[in-house]
């Protein structure tokens, strides 16, 4: 009876051939269907990079010095990481009773009654001012029909419907704190729109948002930056550098202030001149985080209408989020924060008051080098909808990413490695605009295959600002930007535009052996640099030792980007005065504790038959995710994060 037990039960036949039947069923409708759908994806982006690539009339002239890549996004050896997530859709989980129309709220009496919707509140809230971190609330006060939410940054509800259901939720307001009047002074003010996100590549956007680059470029008319790279490592020197044209980096800053310590409402940012030149300017991030991660942030409210307080409930109030990741209450995040932005441009456009907006959106780009493409339909939706409604007729359209993907695996790629240096900028101006400067639209277009970065697009909107578009300024911040407006040189390098040789994309590279003695020497330099940054906190952070060199090339490049003391790697160089040579070495390597993977930049000088290695920490990033490991540094360490990982006895 026991042996009996212990078998397994053979399947009966009616099993047999249900389980058959599925198979089959499966095999024939349910597979087909699904590999057709990847397929027709697949098949679609490839068309498109084909089409692209038979429609330029050129890339760069054999003669421009920064020779970056140009890279196929759909090249064989980064396929394996591609995928084609689904549409981001949101669990309905309560009905709508409160509606928004420009600022102004409403309550849907038909569905109230129709659901029993009772003691329905609401309140006002604000920023407080002297922190970005605390919100004030008014009091409750019953919802009578309509409420307005000027002067506020928004209202949150509560009620109660049908059976004892709780009911909530919240609204931005985007009515101006201090509006603006009209200028009758004849001067031309095209509205601004930047919209970015976060850690997308130019290649990323083409798999991964077909349909919003397709209006984009097709339908919008928006110009397509071949050659746009980051200037450093991380969101807030990118953005940073966008929107107030300084340099910032972990070592040095051009900017006053430690952000971590201080408030940064003294920086120059751009917003603060075209407030100035009569725009009423909004500021609206996902989550709130370029000037307030891990800082200080404002001290006042930096913009006229500022969505971090809305912004600070949701990601803060766990009653506002759902089952559905990436949902807040009926809908995506990313979709509140659009429509709001939308009835922002209503307003302004109704009222005929230019505008500059800026947003940033992150949180399904920033981890997964796919997960943004559930965003597609939605953003090419809403870019349909605004354009349909004619909102952006007399906008300039920046659509931009400060940098690619820094941690998916596709990082590990050479291909990654490059796209990581090369985010999206897609720029639209206005044909009014074109009408008043027919040479900037020429100039535009010769500037798609130029080497440009978040410096030109600081020194463009300085152009749209200052009423400068037809004039070749001379006082940029120290000369490195220029506006795409005008044609940015040929013979432009990076040391031109004040980036980093570590972030540079202007070299060729020959791989080196991992063996080479070169290699491990300047891999020895690396881990040394890191341990020793690492000496003030060595009773918080574990050690670093080598496991293994899992890359190594050798940085060379074209006769315009060389110069009499860079870029040479046991070359002659033709200035009899030069005693050294200086060359680069680029790394991955991987070390323990963590598995940390490293890349880094080394600068090798050979002089009088010596070599001598060197690297500072700018020059050394770190290409996986090291997620809150490094949290005992993360206040007042916070430069040392990507080397450190705290020890037991820190945490």
Request: hydrophobic share 35%; net charge positive; proline share 5%.
């Amino acid at each position: 009876m026991a042996m009996k037990a212990a078998r397994k039960r053979r399947l009966r036949p009616k099993e047999i051939l249900g389980i058959f039947s599925f198979s089959l069923f499966f095999y024939f409708f349910i597979w087909p269907v699904f590999k057709y759908k990847q397929n027709v994806e697949l098949e679609y982006g490839q068309r498109l990079i084909t089409y692209l690539n038979s429609t330029r009339n050129y890339t760069y002239s054999k003669t421009q010095a920064c020779r970056f890549p140009i890279i196929d996004p759909f090249d064989p050896t980064i396929l394996s990481y591609v995928r084609h997530p689904a549409e981001l859709k949101c669990q309905r989980v309560q009905p709508s009773f409160v509606t928004v129309r420009l600022n102004r709220l409403y309550l849907d009496e038909g569905l109230a009654r129709q659901h029993n919707l009772r003691d329905l509140k609401y309140a006002l809230f604000r920023r407080q001012n002297g922190s970005d971190y605390n919100v004030i609330y008014d009091p409750y006060r019953e919802f009578k029909g309509s409420i307005s939410m000027n002067g506020a940054n928004g209202c949150v509800f509560r009620g109660s419907y049908g059976e004892n259901k709780a009911y909530i939720d919240i609204f931005a307001s985007v009515n101006p704190i201090f509006p603006k009047a009209p200028k009758n002074d004849g001067k031309y003010r095209p509205n601004v729109m930047i919209i970015g996100i976060d850690s997308v590549s130019r290649s990323n956007v083409i798999r991964n948002l077909p349909k919003t680059y397709g209006y984009l470029t097709s339908k919008i008319g928006g110009f397509d930056f071949r050659g746009y790279a980051k200037i450093d490592d991380n969101t807030s020197p990118n953005m940073i550098a966008l929107t107030t044209g300084r340099r910032v980096t972990v070592k040095a800053s051009e900017l006053p202030l430690d952000p971590q310590k201080e408030f940064v409402d003294s920086w120059p940012f751009i917003w603060k001149n075209f407030s100035q030149n009569g725009y009423n300017t909004l500021l609206a991030e996902e989550q709130p985080g370029v000037w307030s991660y891990k800082a200080m942030g404002f001290k006042y409210q930096p913009t006229d209408v500022y969505f971090r307080p809305f912004g600070h409930i949701l990601n803060d109030n766990p009653i506002y989020r759902t089952m559905s990741p990436f949902c807040y209450l009926n809908m995506p995040e990313t979709e509140h924060v659009l429509a709001s932005i939308e009835r922002f441009i209503e307003a302004q456009t109704s009222q005929s008051i230019p505008y500059f907006l800026f947003s940033f959106l992150w949180k399904l780009s920033h981890d997964d080098i796919n997960m943004i493409e559930r965003l597609d339909n939605l953003l090419y939706t809403w870019l349909q909808r605004i354009h349909m409604k004619e909102l952006l007729r007399e906008t300039v359209i920046i659509f931009m990413s400060d940098h690619g993907n820094r941690f998916d695996d596709i990082r590990s790629t050479l291909i990654g490695r490059y796209e990581e240096r090369m985010p999206f900028l897609f720029a639209r101006p206005p044909e009014s605009l074109f009408k008043r400067y027919p040479e900037a639209k020429e100039n535009l277009k010769n500037n798609l295959w130029r080497f440009t970065n978040q410096y030109d697009v600081y020194e463009t909107l300085v152009d749209i600002v200052t009423h400068k578009i037809d004039v070749k300024r001379t006082d940029t911040f120290k000369n490195r930007g220029h506006s795409l407006f005008h044609e940015i040189p040929e013979d432009r390098t990076c040391k031109d535009a004040d980036i980093d040789e570590h972030f540079c994309v202007c070299q060729e590279e020959t791989p080196l052996d991992v063996a080479d003695k070169m290699a491990k020497a300047a891999a020895e330099e690396v881990i040394h640099e890191i341990n020793m940054e690492l000496t003030p906190v060595n009773k918080l952070c574990q050690p670093v030792k080598l496991e293994k060199i899992v890359d190594a090339r050798l940085l060379k490049a074209n006769d315009k980007v060389k110069n009499n003391n860079r870029w040479h790697w046991n070359k002659f160089i033709g200035d009899t005065n030069i005693k050294s040579v200086i060359s680069f070495i680029r790394l991955t390597l991987k070390a323990q504790p963590n598995n940390a993977m490293f890349e880094a930049s080394v600068q090798v000088t050979q002089s009088d038959g010596q070599t001598k290695f060197s690297v500072n920490l700018d020059q050394i990033s770190r290409i996986n995710s090291y997620g809150q490991a490094a949290k005992c540094v993360s206040d007042g360490f916070r430069k040392l994060e990507k080397i450190c990982t705290c020890s037991e006895s820190s945490i």
